[in-house]
């Protein structure tokens, strides 16, 4: 099962955004036990999300979720927003 998820937001002045080269929200990483992105998802992608729940749950060894359940239609895509330091 799953040990551990860490889950970062990045607050001004962006400074993990940064680190990881963050200029579209929302944008996730997901990151194995070695510390290795295995997958990056900027902007939404409804099949990325899929995806990242799915190897989330094959993980836990519990079923994979339908996480947009009662959500009605959601659109494939949408495309992010800029994230700006402000400075």
Do not use: N
């Not at 940064?18 to 510390?35: N, Q, W």
């Not at 989330?56 to 519990?62: E, F, I, M, S």
């Amino acid at each position: 099962g799953l040990d551990s998820m860490t889950i970062l937001l990045g607050e001004p002045p962006y400074k993990v955004s940064e680190a990881y080269g963050v200029t579209t929200v929302p944008t996730l990483f997901l990151i194995d036990g070695k510390h290795t992105i295995v997958k990056t998802c900027v902007g939404f992608s409804k099949d990325d999300f899929i995806e990242i729940a799915a190897k989330l749950a094959r993980r836990a060894d519990v079923e994979i979720p339908d996480i947009f359940e009662g959500a009605g239609d959601i659109p494939a895509t949408k495309p992010g927003g800029s994230l700006s330091s402000g400075g």
